[in-house]
Nanobody
Framework: QVQLVESGGGLVQAGGSLRLSCVAS????????IGWFRQAPGKEREFVAT????????YYTDSMKGRFTISRDNAKNTVYLQMNSLKPEDTAVYYC????????????????????WGQGTQVTVSS
């Protein structure tokens, strides 16, 4: 059974930084892709970034490119989301998700692409 556990959220002032972690267990994740999503109150869950575990290939949503960085540590089975220059509108619950990686050309950006989800971690950015 795949398990994903997020951590690293918290309260930060605008302009600050946070690093979220997603620890994955229950599988060998070399054939998976891991994604980060976020959901603000009253809004739909939106895609942030994804990384292919096998190649490290990365894709970001345009609005977060340059401020957010996704990375992985194979030895720790952990995917990170480094968030810099945070804004109040980044306030949301952040989720990591996993899917089997069936394609070397498709980037998994839809919630329906993912089979496994973590419980989420709250990020609050104050102005």
């Amino acid at each position: 059974q795949v398990q994903l556990v997020e951590s690293g959220g918290g309260l930060v002032q605008a302009g600050g930084s946070l690093r979220l972690s997603c620890v994955a267990s229950g599988r060998t994740f070399s054939t998976y892709a891991i994604g980060w999503f976020r959901q603000a109150p009253g809004k739909e869950r939106e895609f942030v970034a994804t990384i292919r575990w096998s190649t490290g290939s990365i894709y970001y949503t345009d609005s977060m490119k340059g401020r957010f960085t996704i990375s992985r540590d194979n030895a720790k089975n952990t995917v990170y989301l480094q968030m810099n220059s945070l804004k109040p509108e980044d306030t949301a619950v952040y989720y990591c998700a996993a899917t089997r990686d069936y394609s070397f050309s498709y980037y998994y950006t839809q919630t329906s692409d993912y089979d496994y989800w973590g419980q989420g971690t709250q990020v609050t950015v104050s102005s």
